[in-house]
T-cell receptor
Framework: LAKTTQPISMDSYEGQEVNITCSHN???????ITWYQQFPSQGPRFIIQ???TKVTNEVASLFIPADRKSSTLSLPRVSLSDTAVYYC???????????FGKGTKLSVKP | DSGVTQTPKHLITATGQRVTLRCSPR?????VYWYQQSLDQGLQFLIQ???????AKGNILERFSAQQFPDLHSELNLSSLELGDSALYFC??????????????????FGPGTRLTVL
C-alpha cells in the first residue's frame, strides 16, 4: 500500500469549496486512490475512489494527475456537517487491510 | 447507513475480564475486517476473514481472537482485558473475491463501532 501524506488540519467556512491534497510518491501501478470520511465516534465512510484523471460523485470530486503522485479531494460548498477527518489511502493488490494515517481534520466554521 | 451492524454499541467492563464483540456484514459480503481505534494509535487493522477463513492478520494481540461463522457474521473475542484495550472497535465488510484476494475496487464499508471501556 502506498504511504500517503496529507495536511494534519484545515479550516474552512460554510459555502466554500475545500480541496485536500494528498501526496503518495510511491504509489504502485495497481493502487487506487481512495478517500474515507470519519466523524467522531463513527466508522469511516467511503467517499470516492479513482485511478487516474477525474472522478465525480454526488459527494465529492477526485483529481489525480497523470503521474499519480498526488491527488486532490474536492468538496464543493461545504457545510458544518462536513467537519470530519478525511483519510487518503492507496489501495491495491492482494493486501486486504487498510492502513490509515492521521488524516486531515477539516473544520468548517459558520 | 453502511449496512454493517455491530453489537453492542457500548461495553463497560473490568480489567481481566473477557468480552465478545459481534459484527454482521452487508448482505452478500464475504470478507470481514476488524479494526481498533484508540486516541494515541489511530485506526489499526487487526484481522480479516474471508468466507469463514482467516485471510490476513495485523497487529492483533494474542489475547484477542476472532472467527467468522457460516452465516458470515463475525465475532471478536477480547480476553484478559487491560486498561489499554479501551478503544473503539470497528468491523468492516467487503464483497471479497474468489480466493479472498482483494482488488483495488473492493471497497470496505464500516460499521458504527463498539466502544469498549475497561475500568
Amino acid at each position: 500500500l502506498a504511504k500517503t501524506t496529507q495536511p494534519i488540519s484545515m479550516d474552512s467556512y460554510e459555502g466554500q469549496e475545500v480541496n485536500i491534497t494528498c501526496s503518495h510518491n510511491n504509489i504502485a501501478t495497481n493502487d487506487y486512490i481512495t478517500w474515507y470520511q470519519q466523524f467522531p465516534s463513527q466508522g469511516p465512510r467511503f467517499i470516492i475512489q479513482g485511478y487516474k484523471t477525474k472522478v465525480t460523485n454526488e459527494v465529492a470530486s477526485l483529481f489525480i494527475p497523470a503521474d499519480r503522485k498526488s491527488s486532490t479531494l474536492s468538496l464543493p460548498r461545504v457545510s458544518l456537517s462536513d467537519t470530519a477527518v478525511y483519510y487518503c489511502l492507496g489501495i491495491g493488490g492482494s493486501q486486504g487491510n487498510l492502513i490509515f494515517g492521521k488524516g486531515t481534520k477539516l473544520s468548517v466554521k459558520p | 447507513d453502511s449496512g454493517v451492524t455491530q453489537t453492542p454499541k457500548h461495553l463497560i467492563t473490568a480489567t481481566g475480564q473477557r468480552v465478545t464483540l459481534r459484527c454482521s456484514p452487508r448482505s452478500g459480503d464475504l470478507s470481514v475486517y476488524w479494526y481498533q481505534q484508540s486516541l494515541d494509535q489511530g485506526l489499526q487493522f487487526l484481522i480479516q476473514y474471508y468466507n469463514g477463513e482467516e485471510r490476513a492478520k495485523g497487529n492483533i494481540l494474542e489475547r484477542f481472537s476472532a472467527q467468522q461463522f457460516p452465516d458470515l457474521h463475525s465475532e471478536l473475542n477480547l480476553s484478559s482485558l487491560e486498561l489499554g484495550d479501551s478503544a473503539l472497535y470497528f468491523c468492516a465488510s467487503s464483497a471479497g473475491l474468489a480466493g479472498g484476494l482483494r482488488q483495488s475496487t473492493d471497497t470496505q464499508y464500516f460499521g458504527p463501532g463498539t466502544r469498549l471501556t475497561v475500568l
